[in-house]
C-alpha cells in the first residue's frame, strides 16, 4: 500500500522476482490511514514503515509521524487477527 505508483511498481516487480504472487498479495494506492481507517479484512501480519513527514499532492493532509503516528498504529491493531 502505497500512494506512489513507481513504489508500487517496485514492490510488485520484487514480490514477483521472489515468487510471490497471486491472491494473497495485492498492491493498494491510498494512504494509510485512509487505507486502515477504511478496511475491514484483517491480517495476520502488518509492516507499517511510514514517512517521517509527507505533504503529497495526493491528500488534503500532510503526514507527520509525531503527531499521526499512534492513530495508525491503533488502525493497524485493531486489523490484526
Known sequence: ?????TY????????AINNLT???HRFVRD???SFVASCRETF?????????????KRTEEYWDIQR???ALLTGVLDRLT
Open 68 to 70: 499521526d503516528h499512534a
Open 1 to 5: 500500500m502505497d500512494l506512489s505508483n
Open 44 to 56: 495476520d501480519l502488518a509492516v507499517v514503515d511510514p514517512p517521517t513527514f509527507s505533504n503529497s
Open 8 to 15: 508500487l511498481d517496485w514492490a510488485q516487480r520484487n514480490m
Open 31 to 33: 494512504d494509510g490511514p
Open 22 to 24: 497471486g491472491p494473497k
